[in-house]
């Protein structure tokens, strides 16, 4: 049976994603931003490793992309997989910052 909503569920899952991604961002930028004002080598190190993972972030993205785009995903498909990466990577830091 066509589903008309179809299209549109895909871009709704993707959005609310989004917003769950950015939530957890926020939260990461409240952390890291803890972290930096209490000085020290840690701040150095939080300050310095921030800027690395977001080069390796974009980098990742656009590979997954890519890849998506050439094996002929949806446009949906492949912004979700790029997407995922940074999701993936925003979890991982809250996680870590929150120890």
Do not use: D
Not at 14 to 35: D, F, I, N, P
Not at 58 to 63: G, H, I, K, N
């Amino acid at each position: 049976m066509f589903n008309p909503l179809g299209p549109w569920n895909a871009w709704f899952a993707l959005s609310v994603q989004a917003v769950r991604m950015c939530w957890e961002a926020q939260t990461v930028m409240l952390l890291r931003g803890l972290r930096i004002a209490q000085g020290g080598a840690r701040a150095e190190a939080e300050v310095q490793r921030m800027i690395a993972e977001k080069v390796a972030a974009l980098a990742e993205a656009q590979v997954a992309a890519t890849v998506a785009t050439l094996k002929g995903s949806k446009r949906n498909r492949v912004a979700k997989k790029a997407f995922g990466v940074y999701a993936r990577r925003v979890g991982r830091n809250r996680r870590r910052l929150s120890k």
